[in-house]
């Protein structure tokens, strides 16, 4: 095999990576400012703009976004007559959750097996580190060939929508040819995939209240209206025998037409229990690329240690809904609603708050920097041919995106591959997928500038 100029200089730049990598991680950019101090998002949004000073860029600019946190941009000017392409990540990551169930401190990268860990360290902070990389390894071997653009947004984790909106009020300082989301992943480590579409999410808080306080369970239980009894019987309703989402007038039987995903591969990747059996209908790709899906991500009642025996006067869930391509997600959030009170029995009250939601996505596979990036990943994956998936998470700066730029081309690549198990305690980030990945980005912004 021939030399690979580019390769070799990401290989020799990867401790320095590494180093870069723990102090982002470090900072705990958690943009939920009632859980996390706003000082680690914005410490963390200014060790992002000091590397991008550092790397040439120009019009550096921390912006406060319409949500209250801070998205990070600057442009790498290219030759005359270069098409100009988007890089983005973002810096905030989603909570520690339970810091007792990690085997190293979350803001603390720690390599073990063959692996970093760190909160971030996939998702997203290390889509930060190869979009560095990549530029690093071209300005080492001839030049960057193409004007860039980078943004490292603050608040993709909570789905408040502040680089959308900013984005929307001054359209021209993300506009590019194409746009290369890093925030997405391999289907498995060392088969190079591109993300080709997004299901939306919709988020809807119900409170339900039967009584003025909480009576005793043993003088008034039998006739007096339980709450949190209400509460689970609507929850219930989202789902048939089977697991399958069922909400009322919510098309729920899409199939998925590509990369199909194997039963016991996705058992492995989503460390099902054994003799505990799957969800719903059609194959695993069906259930979790093209059909809607409901999760409750929460429930406020009593815990079990310290609880009285009490009716419960009020109880409150969080109700997720993802929604494959195709479908609307205000739609969808409404028919939501719609279920969950038509759902609600013995007459209790019901409130209904809406959440962070943004809609599908559907990138076109057909368009020039595909042909780009699959020649670039056969650089960099040798033997590999790229692989198109779906994913069954959201991105909604995609569609905003989309929408100002129609003529742009989408990409959407990254290291949040099974292993890395984002959002999860132990998140990680194979070092060889952000070499390779760095690699073939790097070839990618070289064959899509000689277009």
């Known amino acids: 095999m021939p030399p690979n100029p580019i390769a070799e200089t990401v290989d020799s730049l990867m401790p320095a990576a590494r180093a870069e990598l723990a102090e982002l991680v470090a900072f705990p950019s958690v943009a939920d400012f009632t859980q996390f101090p706003r000082s680690g998002s914005e410490d963390a949004a200014r060790w992002v703009a000091r590397a991008l000073r550092a790397e040439g860029f120009e019009d550096v600019t921390v912006a406060d976004t319409p949500d209250g946190t801070q998205s990070v941009h600057g442009v790498l000017p290219g030759p005359e007559g270069a098409p100009t392409v988007l890089l983005y990540a973002h810096y905030d990551v989603q909570p520690p959750l339970d810091e007792a169930a990690w085997l190293s401190p979350p803001f603390e990268l720690t390599e073990r097996d063959g692996r970093w860990y760190g909160r971030g360290a996939a998702d997203c902070k290390g889509g930060i580190i190869m979009h560095l990389l990549a530029l690093r390894a071209l300005k080492a071997n001839g030049g960057v060939p193409v004007t860039v653009k980078l943004v490292a947004e603050g608040s993709e984790e909570q789905g408040t929508g502040g680089l959308e909106r900013y984005a929307e009020a001054n359209p021209e300082v993300l506009r590019a040819d194409t746009v290369v989301i890093g925030d997405a992943g391999n289907f498995r480590v060392g088969l190079p995939t591109v993300t080709t579409t997004l299901r939306g999410m919709t988020m809807v808080r119900v409170r339900v209240d039967t009584l003025a306080g909480n009576v005793h369970s043993g003088q008034f239980g039998g006739a007096a209206p339980d709450a949190l009894a209400a509460l689970i019987r609507m929850l219930d309703s989202l789902r048939a025998a089977d697991g399958s989402t069922s909400v009322d007038g919510l098309a729920a039987d899409a199939a998925w037409d590509g990369l199909q995903y194997p039963d016991e591969d996705f058992r492995a990747d989503a460390k099902v229990l054994e003799g505990v059996g799957l969800i719903g209908s059609g194959t695993v790709a069906d259930r979790i690329w093209a059909r809607p899906a409901v999760s409750v991500l929460g429930i406020d009642c009593p815990p079990v240690v310290g609880a009285t025996p009490s009716v419960q006067s009020s109880a409150r869930a969080l109700v997720s809904l993802r929604v494959p391509p195709g479908m609307d997600a205000e739609e969808a959030t409404g028919l939501l609603k719609a279920h969950l009170a038509a759902h609600a029995p013995w007459g209790v009250q019901v409130g209904m708050k809406e959440g ?61 591959e099974p292993e890395a198990q984002i959002h999860a305690a132990n998140e990680s980030v194979s070092p060889d997928e952000l070499r390779r990945l760095a690699v073939a980005e790097a070839h990618f912004l070289r064959g899509y500038g000689k277009r």
């Open 356 to 416: 962070g939601s943004g809609q599908p996505f559907r990138a076109d596979a057909t368009s020039p920097a595909y042909a780009a990036m699959a020649e670039a990943m056969r650089i960099a994956y040798p033997g590999q041919e790229m692989q198109y998936a779906g994913h069954g998470g959201s991105i909604p700066l995609c569609n905003t995106l989309a929408g100002l730029y129609p003529d742009a081309e989408f990409l959407l690549i990254g290291l949040s």
